[in-house]
């Protein structure tokens, strides 16, 4: 979508192209500068809300303030054009993305996401002092540049517009995001720093734990009153050091959350210095440029203790000395895995049952196992009979003849290995072993089974990254007791196929449950050598 025209009027000395973004703040067009050929984005601000009485001019102080605004970690505004109903906002353009790509892409490490917040709280620190407040502070509003510098964009715009108001809603979001939203700004009260200290610990928590503090299936109202009156939940899988950081930039009363930016970062600092190491910072590649408050805290072993909370759920337990030790789990899930296998091999074969009518399949007598192409008639003697075929109790198909029986198409692309076939007459039913001449990998359930554990592995594996990466939780316990039947289960199939043995239930009930005891044990294992690194 290009620009409209009396946006190209405007701008005379840029050449405008076409729109990189768009929300309830405006909407932004890349643009070039036509005499120095510097790249710019162009935010042209919603024209209805500047058709408010007033707006126009807050806009016009509120821009020249921001384009004073000089620090290495906000997006800095170049020009601000006013015309008949359009108001552009010119600033440098950032190509390495957002905070929310990264997070949402290849995932963000634990120490890289408080170096993240660290430069966000510097940007907001500068903004602070010359007396602007972003109030909507989010993933999507930090940005990088190529060389991977973060910059904190679309400062003061929500100050501006939310500028005695309550609520403000615009194009269907309300102001300040409702994920991100401070108690004082979702209740309409009076704002200070600490509302942006409040959505910077949003931001922090989230990128550390995978997971933001409230609940976010109820709708954007719901959200603002859990901000309102209640507690964010504890956060999980996170070094206590940091944890109290967090929590402390989440409490809902301002006076027991950080004063200002600065505080919030000086404390931050410390914790990550106690957590990752010295020198954490330089190894994450991002550059954060510090105050000497900042600077001179990340000595301290313990960052500033928090008031006492006015609810327990903020409440952070000192952690012990005494690391876990991930043998016990990792034995659980060795042994597990080995009496799944084995259960698997151990199956048995019920072999030849005794005759009880005179029917014979393919020349072998009743009970006898008989070796069939089900691609064929399969010949039968004895007198008319419907043959069935089944897999642990599990029907697959039927057919019935005189003096032979033809399965439907499919069913050779079903069986693999061997199944009990069924012989029923007038005067009785036979069951037999019924060894399918197909090769086991190319029917459904060889090649299924082979999938169902490729499948089973690879989401595992996905899931023990998560966990890894610092943001597991009971969710990934949970997700791993499909995953371990499943993969169980698929071992059996396989077991049996590969091996021409009639699948036996109670051996695959038996494979499950170890399958989802290993599983589980992986999951365990993998958290506690996790915790144990990081603490």
């Known amino acids: 979508m290009t620009a409209p025209a009396n946006v190209v009027h405007a701008l005379p000395q840029y050449q405008v192209g076409s729109v990189i973004g768009a929300g309830g703040m405006g909407v932004v067009y890349a643009g070039v500068h036509r005499s120095l050929g510097r790249h710019v984005a ?16 807050r806009f016009d102080r509120e821009a020249k303030v921001l384009a004073s605004l000089d620090h290495p970690h906000i997006v800095p505004v170049y020009d601000y054009v006013q015309t008949g109903r359009d108001s552009l906002l010119v600033m440098e353009k950032l190509d390495g993305g957002t905070v929310f790509d990264r997070f949402h892409g290849g995932g963000v490490t634990p120490d890289a996401a408080c170096a993240i917040v660290l430069a966000t709280l510097a940007g907001l620190h500068a903004a602070h002092r010359a007396g602007v407040l972003h109030l909507d502070v989010k993933p999507k509003n930090l940005l990088f540049t190529r060389q991977g510098v973060l910059k904190v964009a679309d400062f003061g715009i929500a100050q501006v517009i939310s500028e005695g108001a309550t609520l403000v809603t615009h194009g269907g979001e309300v102001l300040g995001t409702p994920a991100y939203i401070s108690p004082e700004q979702a209740s309409g009260n009076p704002l200070t720093p600490a509302a942006d200290v409040y959505s910077a610990g949003t931001v922090l928590y989230e990128l550390l734990s995978g997971t933001l503090p409230f609940a976010t299936d109820r709708g954007a109202l719901s959200m603002m009153r859990q901000h309102i009156f209640g507690d964010p939940r504890p956060i999980s899988n996170v070094p ?38 010295h020198g954490w910072l330089q190894r994450t590649g991002i ?24 609810l327990t759920a903020t409440h952070i337990e000192e952690p012990t000395p005494e ?19 084995a259960v698997a091999f151990l ?4 072999g030849p049952r005794s005759a009880v009518t005179q029917l014979s399949v393919t020349g072998v007598g009743p009970g006898q196992l008989s070796s069939v192409d089900l691609s064929l008639p399969i010949p039968i003697t004895g007198g008319p009979a419907t043959m069935s075929l089944s897999f642990a109790g599990f029907p697959i198909a039927s057919a019935s003849g005189q003096d032979s ?7 050779r692309w079903l069986v693999g290995g061997t199944v009990t076939g069924k012989l029923t007459t007038v005067t009785g039913s036979q069951e037999f072993p019924a060894q399918a001449q197909q090769f086991p990998l190319a029917s459904a359930m060889g090649a299924g089974s082979l999938l169902a554990c490729l499948f089973a592995l690879a989401y595992l594996e996905s899931m023990l990254r998560t966990v890894r990466r610092g943001r597991g939780g009971v969710g990934t ?27 036996s239930l109670p051996y695959g009930i038996g494979c499950a449950v170890t399958g989802v005891i290993a599983a589980m044990a992986a999951v365990w294992t993998t958290s506690v050598r996790t915790g144990a690194s990081r603490a």
């Open 323 to 341: 690391r876990k030790s991930a043998l016990l789990p990792a034995l659980v899930a060795a042994l597990s895995l080995l009496a799944m296998v």
């Open 42 to 57: 162009i935010k042209q601000l919603p024209a209805e809300l500047l058709d408010k009485p007033g707006m126009g001019s």
């Open 287 to 310: 550059p954060v440029h510090l105050t000497p408050r900042v600077t001179g805290s990340a000595g301290r072993v313990r960052p500033t203790a928090a008031p006492e909370p006015t």
């Open 477 to 503: 316990f949970v997700g791993a007791v499909p995953l371990g039947a499943l993969l169980g289960s698929g071992v059996w199939l396989l077991v049996a196929v590969l091996t021409e043995h009639e699948p």
């Open 347 to 350: 199956s048995p074969n019920p």
């Open 240 to 277: 206590a050091p940091l944890a109290r950081v967090v929590m402390r930039s989440l409490a809902r009363e301002t006076d027991q959350r950080y004063r200002d930016a600065e505080a919030f970062a000086a404390d931050l600092a410390a914790a990550a210095d106690a957590t990752f190491g």
């Open 405 to 411: 029986v033809q399965f439907p198409a499919l069913t």
